[in-house]
């Protein structure tokens, strides 16, 4: 136990709590600049079982922000190349790599099998779906969002509201890490609050609870803030992500991106819209309308269209999110 030692000493850590963090199962979403220190820390604090879910490779314009891979990782899944270098320092760590993309399909087996859910994901699907189902799960999920200079973690489900009560409009632009870029460090710091925040659920601390609450960064200005949104109500109206898989002919299936954009339909039985032109989708009793697009962003803002002209079974399809 020499290894857990300075941790231990804390007394709201102890030997029990060291017990109670190797029992755990923690789902991280997400290998990248948020992923890489949630994985190290949590790793180093003696979590038993990890369950890591990323699609993509090792990239050499990663590793400015992702310090756990190598130039030898370029082009190895990144879910592989982080179960090789912490079990190389960390050798009774379990960890289960799983090279996919996150979808609201396959979320609830990952979900319902974890004592808390990390979203270090680089989009805000995959963060509203992973909140949803933690949401209906009751599983606790500690989610982080970083661009530029600036960003948040914050513990949403659990006992606390979801991501939907603190954000229930999307964001305004679809810009990523990718597109807008960011600063390495700043991820480094918002990964690390989001480990913390997974062994104070962990460990059970709740003076106060992480969940409920936000904490945020802004290193344009140099200043740290946060707030609590215990109490937050859930938004009346909110449109659920959907997995390819449940596309069906049964449903109204809206691709809203031109040929150009996708020259692939997502379903045999879609049709292509611009969102201009969504006046001439009638009502259907019971029939659901699904609403596609690259981002979310297009979808969301479609559904609210619609929503607003009577539509009540609406869902969004996110490609680029969920593969």
């Known amino acids: 136990m020499s290894r857990y030692a300075r941790q231990m000493v804390l007394p709201e850590v102890g030997a029990e709590g060291q017990a109670r963090l190797a029992r755990a199962h923690v789902v991280v979403v997400g290998a990248g600049g948020l992923g890489c220190p949630v994985l190290q820390y949590l790793a180093g604090a003696g979590v038993g079982r990890i369950t890591l879910v990323d699609p993509d490779t090792v990239e050499e314009s990663n590793l400015h922000r992702q310090p756990l891979y190598r130039m030898a990782d370029l082009g190895r899944p990144k879910a592989l190349a982080a179960r090789d270098h912490l079990r190389a320092a960390h050798p009774d760590l379990r960890i289960d790599p799983t090279i996919r993309h996150l979808d609201p399909a396959n979320a ?3 979900v319902k099998s974890a004592d808390v859910v990390v979203d270090a994901a680089d989009s805000f699907a995959v963060s509203y779906a992973l909140s949803d189902t933690c949401l209906t799960h009751a599983v606790p999920l500690v989610s982080a969002s970083v661009l530029g200079q600036s960003g948040y973690a914050g513990g ?6 979801s991501l939907r009560a603190v954000f229930p409009d999307p964001p305004g632009s679809g810009a990523t890490c990718a597109t807008a ?7 480094g710091a918002l990964g690390a609050v989001q480990a913390q925040m997974v062994l104070k659920i962990l460990l059970g601390h709740s003076s106060p609870s992480p969940l409920g609450r936000i904490v945020s960064l802004d290193m344009t200005t ?19 992500f959907v997995a390819r898989q449940s596309l069906s002919a049964r449903d109204r299936i809206i691709e809203l991106r031109d ?16 969102v201009e032109t969504l006046d001439r989708v009638p009502p259907a009793l019971g029939r659901r309308v ?9 979808a969301w803002r479609a559904a609210t269209k619609l929503s607003g002209q009577g539509h009540t079974n609406l869902a969004l399809f996110v490609a680029e999110a969920f593969g």
């Not at 870029?181 to 991820?187: A, L």
């Not at 140099?222 to 109206?237: C, I, K, N, Y």
Request: contains cysteine.
């Open 108 to 110: 609830p087996a990952l």
């Open 259 to 274: 040929e150009a954009e996708t020259p692939t339909l997502p379903h045999a039985s879609a049709r292509r819209l611009v």
């Open 181 to 187: 870029g960011v600063m390495g460090p700043v991820v």
């Open 290 to 298: 699904v609403l596609c697009c690259a981002t979310g962003l297009r």
């Open 156 to 161: 949403f489900c659990g006992d606390a509201p």
């Open 222 to 240: 140099t200043r740290l803030g946060g707030f609590s949104f215990v109490g937050a109500s859930e938004p009346a109206l909110s449109f659920p």
